[in-house]
């Protein structure tokens, strides 16, 4: 016997997977098909068709039976899909009659699908208990149903897709996306779901008039992902400021790299002074540490300071910085003290490494595919020679 199992699956959840696993115990089906809706009167979806097709096919490859078979072919239907088209689809390709699962709650109205009663009465179906605890033929006295069994054998979580929607953007804040514990999970979704989920920012309640935030921009390929992973959420305001880098010509050079992204992205950005005395006063007595060091440490506060001074000027009430995608950087160190620098000025600094989950090497396959210039060493004359050293002891051992 062949079971149908057909819903907007938006997102699959342990009540559907539930369903699956107890019919596959107490029915022992040869095929149960899974098909995901597509054009439906009484649906929108929440997100795409491609975020939509993945998460079924994440839902299937956790089933593991392969008896469960998914079954893609409504996606491409132009038209409205109802119960009759999926019941005559079934029977001409798999060559038989199958049984639809349904939850009770629809009895009340499946009698308005079609004039003919083709779903109430024609169609043989297995309602899911619902809400309910059970329920009985009398219950459904009244409703024009025909040719079903309610199945009452096992306990089937009483949850739905749409109460789960509405707990999403509790969990989607970037924070916890970068989250390394157990907040991670959704409740009612299983972990690769909510991972899929999460990492694609899916079913977030987009708010109406985003924040500003104000990104320190260290140079154009580490400002890539800031950018895009902080657009949605945010009104991207980037801030060159990098008086570090030397010779000038260099310096303009990465400039001109990040404005080429900036036009690419749309998105604004302001240039702050190129005043090198600053620099130098800064990392004065400590400039021969090697990198990561001292000079490091103030080279990046100096950035951070005249940033977080500049978001609290034109009230913008986030900053944040792109050398937070560097993966060499000592990240927890350097946020405490971005965190000081926001208080001071009463702001919030935004801690978020953009480094993880890939983030530097999709911002290197970003500058690959835009052709965006790549420097290769830090940027002080002090970077320069040390790259050079490195360089030529690989030489030399190589
Ligand atoms: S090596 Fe880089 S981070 Fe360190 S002081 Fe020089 S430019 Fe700044």
């Not at 439906?40 to 593991?64: G, T």
């Not at 054998?153 to 989250?179: H, M, V």
């Not at 880098?245 to 604004?268: L, M, S, T």
Request: a neutral charge; aromatic letters at 14%; one cysteine or more.
């Amino acid at each position: 016997m062949i079971y149908i199992f057909w819903a907007a699956f938006d997102p699959p959840h342990s009540g559907h997977f539930s369903i699956i696993k107890a019919l596959l115990h107490h029915k022992n089906p040869e095929k149960i098909i899974v098909i995901p809706s597509g054009l439906r009167n009484d649906k929108s979806y929440h997100i795409s068709d491609d975020h939509r097709k993945k998460l079924c096919e994440i839902f299937l490859w956790e089933i593991s039976d392969e008896r469960v078979i998914l079954d893609l072919e409504f996606f491409s239907w132009k038209k409205e899909m109802i119960t009759r088209d999926v019941d005559i689809y079934v029977r001409e390709k798999y060559g038989e009659d199958g049984i639809h699962i349904f939850w009770t709650d629809v009895i009340t109205y499946m009698e308005s699908w079609d004039d003919e009663g083709y779903a109430s009465w024609k169609i043989q179906k297995i309602f899911i208990l619902r809400w309910e605890k059970s329920i009985s033929r009398e219950d459904i006295e009244g409703f024009w149903i025909e040719n079903f069994e309610i199945f009452t054998e096992s306990k089937i979580p009483d949850i739905s897709s749409t109460e789960i929607r509405k707990i999403i953007p509790e969990y989607i804040g970037l924070k916890s996306l970068f989250a390394e514990d157990p907040k991670f999970l959704i409740p009612g979704l299983s972990k690769k779901i909510s991972k899929y989920i999460l990492e694609n920012r899916l079913y977030r309640v987009i708010p109406s008039k985003k924040p500003k935030i104000l990104v320190h921009v260290c140079c154009g390929p580490d400002v890539t992902m800031p950018i895009i992973q902080l657009r949605d959420e945010y009104d991207v305001i980037c801030f060159w400021y990098d008086p570090n880098i030397q010779p000038r010509e260099e310096h303009d050079k990465r400039y001109d790299a990040f404005v080429k992204i900036c036009e690419i992205e749309n998105i604004p950005y302001i240039k702050g002074a190129y005043d090198v005395k600053n620099f130098f006063t800064r990392i004065k007595w400590v400039e021969h540490t090697p990198e990561k060091w001292e000079k490091c440490t103030y080279c990046y506060d100096m950035r951070m300071y005249v940033s977080a001074k500049l978001a609290s000027r034109l009230k913008i009430p986030v900053y944040t910085s792109s050398l937070n995608t560097s993966p060499k950087k000592d990240l927890e160190k350097l946020f405490k003290m971005w965190h000081k620098y926001a208080e001071k000025y009463g702001i919030e600094f935004l801690d978020i490494p953009f480094r993880k989950r890939w983030g530097f090497e999709k911002s290197v396959e970003y500058t690959r595919e835009h052709d965006i210039y790549r420097q290769n060493y830090c940027g002080c004359i002090y970077s320069i020679r040390e790259w050079g050293d490195s360089n030529m002891k690989k030489r030399m051992v190589g």
